[in-house]
């Protein structure tokens, strides 16, 4: 039978959900059309959606083995291995594909970014997000709008993280936030744009950004009189 027929085949088993005749079916057919990538694929992702991540990803090894300019396998195993919570596993993928395909760049970043976000920044878990946005930030070949979207959530997950630490408004408490809401300032000066595309307005904000280095600067001076 053509390559073709059982691809066909392959991918309606899936679009139907019956995983198991999909898995099947893909490795009867890869024992003698093993150099088929787009099999390979179409096995990945039944193994995927059938939970089975570390075989999905051997899977899409393959892939790049038989085809290694394949434009999405890399990015695919990023974004299921964050999936899996293999987070340095998954950056590592991720920083790969913005490294070896520019155009891509932004998607591999996205993966990052999102995840920062949601299980991070939305959970007010702003040490999580901080680590992500960091993370996400160091991809190579970024758009300046993809920088300016990933700075303002870091620069923002710093500024809150501070905020909640900076509470006793002791000499401590100041020694410590204070570089942090600098940093916040740093990192959120130049995200105007983005702001406002998420309803801030980024003059107050850093304005409370400001207000608050102040306060930090008063407490370890008072400290040190």
């Not at 066909?8 to 093993?34: F, K, P, W």
């Not at 694929?41 to 090894?61: F, K, P, T, V, W």
């Not at 070949?141 to 905020?163: C, E, K």
């Not at 600067?217 to 400290?223: D, K, N, P, Q, V």
């Amino acid at each position: 039978m053509p390559a073709g027929r059982l691809r066909n085949i392959i991918a309606a088993y899936i679009q139907l959900e019956e995983l198991d005749n999909a898995i099947a079916m893909s490795e009867r057919v890869l024992e003698t059309h093993g150099q088929e990538d787009q099999i390979w694929n179409l096995y990945a992702s039944a193994l995927h959606q059938s939970g089975r991540i570390e075989g999905a990803i051997a899977a899409l090894d393959r892939v790049l083995e038989v085809n290694p300019g394949h434009p999405n396998a890399r990015l695919r195993q990023g974004m299921w291995l964050v999936e899996a919570n293999h987070f340095e596993d998954a950056v590592a993928r991720l920083r790969e594909v913005a490294a070896n395909n520019p155009a891509q760049a932004d998607r591999a970043a996205a993966v990052i970014f999102n995840e920062a976000h949601t299980n991070g920044y939305q959970q007010r878990d702003f040490e999580y997000s901080i680590t992500g946005m960091a993370t996400a930030s160091r991809l190579p070949n970024l758009s300046d709008g993809m920088i300016r979207q990933i700075d303002f959530w870091h620069g923002f997950s710093i500024y809150q993280a501070a905020n909640l630490e900076q509470e006793p408004m002791t000499l401590a408490s100041a020694n410590a936030t204070l570089p942090k809401f600098q940093e916040a300032l740093r990192l959120l000066a130049d995200t105007g744009e983005y702001a406002a595309s998420v309803n801030v307005v980024l003059a107050q904000l850093l304005e409370n950004v400001g207000q608050f280095i102040e306060t930090q600067e008063a407490l370890i001076r008072r400290g040190r009189d």
